[in-house]
Structures are given as C-alpha cells and as structure tokens.
C-alpha cells in the first residue's frame, strides 16, 4: 500500500512539473518577438537612387530607415540587371518590389504586377563636350545604358537596333558613359538629371567642361512596382513611406540628391501627371 502511494505521489509530481514546464515554454513563446517578415527589394544601376559603385544611394537610405522604424518587415536589397527587373518581379522571381520605376518602362499587363501612384519626377537629357549644337549629326555617336528607355531611341531597349538605327552605344552604367564622353569616344550621351544633379554635389570636378542641351530629351514620373505576391501590400509600403515624408531627415535627401516628388500624399490620388505619360 506504502509502495502504490509513493509511485501515485510520484506520478503526480512529474505530471506538474511537465505542466509548468510546458507553461513556462508557452509563456515563452508568447513574450518571444516574432522574426520579421523579409521583403525583397530589386535594384539596378540607376544612380542616385541606386548603385553598387556609389558609397552612398538615396533607395539604401531609405530602406535603412524603414527597417529601423518598424519591426514587422525587413527590407532587404537584392541588385539585378536592369532587363532582368521584370522576371525579378514575377511570380517566379526573386523579389517582391522594386522603387523608382516607371510602368512605361518595359511592363505589360500580363507580368502580373501592382503599381503605385507616382512619387518621383525625373528627367533625361543630352550631355556633350561642346556646346555648339545638340541635334547629332550622321557620324556622331550617342551614349545610353542598357535596358534603360529613352525617348531618343524612341524607347525601344534593343542593343543592335539602337546602334544601328539611332547610333546610340550602349554602355552598363552611366559611370561609364561619363568617362567615355570625357575621353571623347562619345560625341553625346543621355544622362539623368538627378544623377548629373547628384555629381555636382558629390563630385563636380567629374563635370568640368560637360554641357547639357537646353531641354530634356524626356521626362517621367517613377513609381513602386509590386509583384502580385508581394510579402507587403501596396498599402502597407505606401503607408510606411507616407510617414516617413514628413520627417526633417527625409527632406534633406531629397534636397542633397536633387529629387523632386511627384505627390504629397502617397496614400491619395497623384497631384502629378500619370506616370503613363512621356512628353
């Protein structure tokens, strides 16, 4: 009888030791912060906003201070070639968003994408080494990037056909492109105005004796291209940037890179025209 007391007694004291256990472990759990959700962010050459051969761009700067003021998502960087930005966005692709990208470059309606309202004006224009005229002549030779659009070229992306038809070369970066017109292999090249903006900042000495034609060869409006199975709703993102619009920090950017928005509220309609327009 003594025997079956002690193995009850025992019996009991193992079971409550695991049930604390066990609470202990929940309790745990429950006090535990859950991981962040990660969000993929496509990136190509497009200096200032991005570039992997500046120390600084103004989409790393805003992911670092998106990933500080909240917990929920971590915004991760992954660079890909500009003609590759479209399957990185696919259902099958690497990446969940890109920034500072324009529905009129290269999307369709079948690559299953959301966009969202325009937030940055741009522009491109031709830039030279003189300053006579700025209507190329037969034999000059014109500098773009590859898989950038340009009104020049009448948008179309195609490396042999812009030489050809347009004799524009076709170089992997607007770095590039520089050097090449400072070294006279190029008689003209198409730069943005906010990356030429951002070098009379950072670094005029690269465009001393560099002139830009009178009027911009185009301009647009960039936006945030989601993919369909983004880990983070077009009105999440949106709402995270919203907030950040009216911070001192942010503005500073914007004034340091020469940017200019295209909206005030990113949550409402544009007070800009539709990024669908090129003039």
Request: with cysteine; charged share 20%; hydrophobic share 40%.
């Amino acid at each position: 009888m003594q025997m079956k007391r002690c193995v009850w007694i025992f019996s009991f004291a193992f079971v409550l030791a695991a049930s604390y256990a066990l609470a202990e472990q929940e309790l745990d759990f429950e006090q535990s912060p859950a991981k962040p959700q990660p969000v993929f962010v496509a990136a190509y050459e497009f200096p200032p906003y991005y570039s992997s051969r500046m120390p600084k761009h103004f989409l790393g700067e805003l992911i670092a201070v998106l990933n500080q003021r909240q917990e929920e998502y971590q915004f991760i960087i992954r660079e890909v070639r500009p003609q590759e930005r479209y399957e990185a966005i696919s259902a099958e692709g690497c990446c969940d968003v890109i920034f500072f990208e324009s529905e009129v470059w290269g999307w369709q309606q079948d690559m299953n994408y959301v966009a969202s309202v325009p937030i940055m004006h741009g522009s491109d224009r031709l830039y030279s080494t003189q300053n006579a005229y700025w209507q190329p002549k037969a034999l000059d030779r014109v500098g773009g990037v590859v898989g950038y659009h340009y009104s020049f070229t009448q948008y179309q992306i195609d490396i042999d056909t812009s030489e050809r038809d347009f004799m524009m070369y076709r170089a992997d970066s607007q770095q590039t492109l520089l050097t090449m017109l400072r070294n006279k292999r190029l008689q003209f090249a198409v730069f943005t105005d906010e990356y030429m903006n951002w070098l009379q900042v950072e670094q005029p000495e690269l465009l001393n004796n560099i002139y830009a034609a009178p009027e911009p060869d185009g301009t647009y409006t960039t936006q945030i291209i989601f993919s369909e199975s983004s880990a983070i709703s077009p009105q999440a993102l949106m709402t995270l940037l919203q907030e950040l619009l009216a911070e001192p920090e942010l503005q500073e950017w914007l004034e340091r890179y020469a940017l200019i928005l295209a909206t005030d509220n990113l949550n409402d309609r544009p007070i800009a025209p539709s990024a669908t327009q090129i003039e």
